[in-house]
Every structure is written in structure tokens, then in C-alpha cells.
């Protein structure tokens, strides 16, 4: 029987590349988009040796509306987008606002205009916890009102979503769309084939956590210990990249299966709340290394704690983790250690 073809914008970043192998091994035939602005080709052959086989790729940029709708011809069949692409670093967004707004909304827009031609009808759209500002109560649901964002980045992921909203209040329209709003993803394919790849210095605490513990940076600094939290670290809710790719593949099916409203939202988190010294001592026991680090100041837009109510996506999607904290950190240290760093005892 022929898969069902799904397009798959960021296809080779560190999301887009775990859905990709989840979706195929749900029978899916994922077809990567992506113009490696922040991965590496050798992402794709991370994927093939996972799967033992090549997946259709395009080296484009989702912005060129040309290229986009050659690859929609060319594929013919395609039933669904999963759009990761977009940049995602909260401190540049505020040194390079014009690039984000220009690549994270204008790209959706490309994108729906496009799927709109090709009567491409389902999407499933990369959100985050950032639409949630700081907020008043925790956990989040998705009920939880949205604040203004802490930076460009967020507010692109808020301007996407009530796009989203308005297409699919628009009369007539076709379209299915689902918002999967991840909290702090982490971890890698157990098999240490595909990962988290920052290009340079990590500005996320996984990554960053893990090239120390490799002797690539010489210490971790925990942005501030005076939030008002149980210990004075920021809380936030790490899920293992792999259970996320999974939400994607049901979304898809659910999209495709027309249940649902015409535009839903989900939280995609694991309900539970770490603090970053928490994170710091369960990688230590992951991994059997000691990490050196210190404090620092708080970094400027940390939001001090947030963690998801997970209830609307278990309920509905079937989703569910399978990974606690320490096996998600076990397993990005593997994937670290699979890309040569030397180990700092
Ligand atoms: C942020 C965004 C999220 C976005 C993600 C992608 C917000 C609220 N969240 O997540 O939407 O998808 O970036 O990049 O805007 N930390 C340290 N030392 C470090 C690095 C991080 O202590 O060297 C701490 C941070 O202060 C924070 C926690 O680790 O408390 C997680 O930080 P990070 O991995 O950067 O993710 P968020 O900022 O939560």
C-alpha cells in the first residue's frame, strides 16, 4: 500500500528529524523541506541509518513561494504539512527582529497560500509554552490566557497561532489545523543517530549542560537562584523529543480523520516541573559525571516557572510520556558522546 506523503518543513532540525522517523515508522512517507539554516545534512543520514532508507528531502527555503509550490507539483500527493521550520533562539530574536518576523510568520503565510492551491488540507503547526508570558497560575492548560511575549520570537509564535485562528474562522474554509504548543524539549533517538546539533555556543541548558560534562565549555552557568521557586531555579518542563514527535504523528491522524474542530490546541509538556539545579543532579546521576558549574545572574526574559497541564492532550490525542527526566538526560548524553566530545572526568 503507498504511505501517505506528509510534508515536513525543518525536516532536518532537532524536532523535525525525530517526527520524521516517527512518522515513517508509523507508515507515513515523510517528505523533508529544509535549507539547513541551523542543521546539517548529516542529519539525513542520521535518519536513513535509523530507518534503512533514504526519505524524499528539498534543500529549500520555506520563504521562496516558488520553490515551495515546485516541490508541492513535483510530490503530487501530498496530504499534510507539518510546519517545524522557523528560528528559535529567544536572545537573537531581540538583535534580529525583522529576520524572525520575516522568516516565522512569512513563511507560514507562503505555506498556507500554497497548501491553499495544492488543496493541501491538514496542518500541524510547531508552538511553544512562550505564548503563555508569564503566567498568573500553573500548570498552564490551554485555556490559560496568552500574554504579551517576552520577546520577537514569541511574539511570532503568537502571531501564527491567531492566523491559524482567523483561516479556519474564515467561511468556507477547508483547512485542519492543529497548534502544539511544546514546553522544553529534550533528549535524542535512543539510538544516538539523531539529536540536538546547536551551531555554536548552545543558548539552551541541555546542550549546554552536556558539552560541559564533554570538556567542550569549561562550566554551566545556572542564570539566578533567587526566583521564587523551592530552590531559586527557574522551573520549567523538559520532555523527551521523541515522546513529542510521537504527539505529531497522532495529530496527524487526527487531522486526517477530520475529528475535531477546525483548529485545536495542545499543551505537549509532562506535566511535571524541574528546576534547573534539579536538572543539574539528575544529569549528574545519568551520567555518572560530575558537572561543573556556577551562578549567575538571571538571564534577561526568563519566564521563573512554567510547566504544562497535560490533561486535553492525553484525553484527546492519546498522548503519553515514556521517559523520565533521567532517561531523556541519559540519552542526550549519549548522543553527545556519540558526536566525539571528550569526556571531563
Ligand atoms: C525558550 C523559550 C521556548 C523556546 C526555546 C527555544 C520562553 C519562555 N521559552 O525556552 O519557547 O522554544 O527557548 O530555544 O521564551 N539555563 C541556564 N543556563 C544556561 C542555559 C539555560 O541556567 O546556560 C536555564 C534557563 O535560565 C532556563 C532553563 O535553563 O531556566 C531552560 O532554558 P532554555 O533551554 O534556554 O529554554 P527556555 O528559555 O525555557
Not at 512562550?130 to 490551554?142: K, M, N, Q, R, S
Not at 546521576?285 to 538571571?298: D, E, F
Not at 526568563?302 to 492519546?318: F, M, S
Request: glycine fraction near 8%.
Amino acid at each position: 500500500m503507498e504511505r501517505t506523503k506528509i510534508l515536513v518543513t525543518g525536516g532536518a532540525g532537532y524536532i523535525g528529524s525525530h517526527a520524521v522517523v516517527e512518522l515513517y515508522n508509523a507508515g507515513f512517507q515523510p517528505v523533508l523541506v529544509d535549507n539547513f539554516s541551523n542543521s546539517s545534512e548529516k542529519v539525513l543520514s542520521g535518519i536513513e541509518q535509523i530507518l534503512g532508507t533514504k526519505v524524499p528531502f528539498h534543500n529549500i527555503d520555506c520563504n521562496d513561494a516558488e520553490a515551495m509550490r515546485a516541490v508541492f507539483a513535483e510530490e503530487g500527493s501530498l496530504r499534510g504539512v507539518i510546519h517545524f521550520a522557523a528560528f528559535k533562539a529567544v536572545g537573537e530574536s531581540t538583535q534580529k527582529p525583522l529576520e524572525y518576523y520575516q522568516n516565522n510568520v512569512g513563511s507560514l503565510l507562503t505555506l498556507l497560500q500554497i497548501m491553499r492551491e495544492f488543496g493541501v488540507e491538514a496542518l500541524v503547526f510547531s508552538s511553544s509554552c512562550t505564548v503563555y508570558g508569564i503566567p498568573d497560575a500553573l500548570p498552564v492548560t490551554e485555556q490559560t490566557p496568552t500574554k504579551k511575549a517576552n520577546s520577537p520570537y514569541g511574539a511570532t509564535k503568537q502571531m501564527c497561532e491567531d492566523i491559524l485562528r482567523d483561516v479556519a474562522a474564515a467561511p468556507n474554509n477547508t483547512l485542519r489545523t492543529i497548534l502544539l504548543r511544546y514546553f522544553n524539549p529534550i533528549g535524542a533517538h535512543p539510538s544516538a543517530k539523531i539529536g540536538e546539533l546547536p551551531l555554536g555556543v548552545p543558548q539552551n541548558l541541555i546542550p549546554y549542560v552536556t558539552q560541559t560534562a564533554a570538556g567542550i565549555r569549561e562550566q554551566l552557568t545556572i542564570h539566578g537562584n533567587t526566583y521564587d521557586t523551592p530552590d531559586g531555579t527557574n522551573i520549567r518542563d523538559y520532555v523527551h523529543v521523541v515522546d513529542l514527535a510521537k504527539a505529531h504523528v497522532v495529530a496527524v491522524q487526527r487531522l486526517l480523520e477530520a475529528q475535531g474542530e477546525a483548529v485545536e490546541t495542545f499543551n505537549v509538556g509532562t506535566g511535571r516541573g524541574n528546576s534547573v539545579l534539579e536538572v543539574v543532579q539528575a544529569f549528574e546521576r545519568a551520567s555518572g559525571q560530575k558537572l561543573n558549574y556556577t551562578i549567575g545572574p538571571p538571564r534577561p526574559g526568563d519566564v521563573p516557572a512554567i510547566y504544562a497541564d497535560v490533561t486535553k492532550a492525553t484525553e484527546e490525542l492519546g498522548f503519553q510520556t515514556t521517559s523520565t527526566l533521567e532517561e531523556a538526560l541519559a540519552s542526550a548524553w549519549k548522543w553527545q558522546l556519540s558526536l566525539g566530545g571528550e569526556v571531563k572526568k
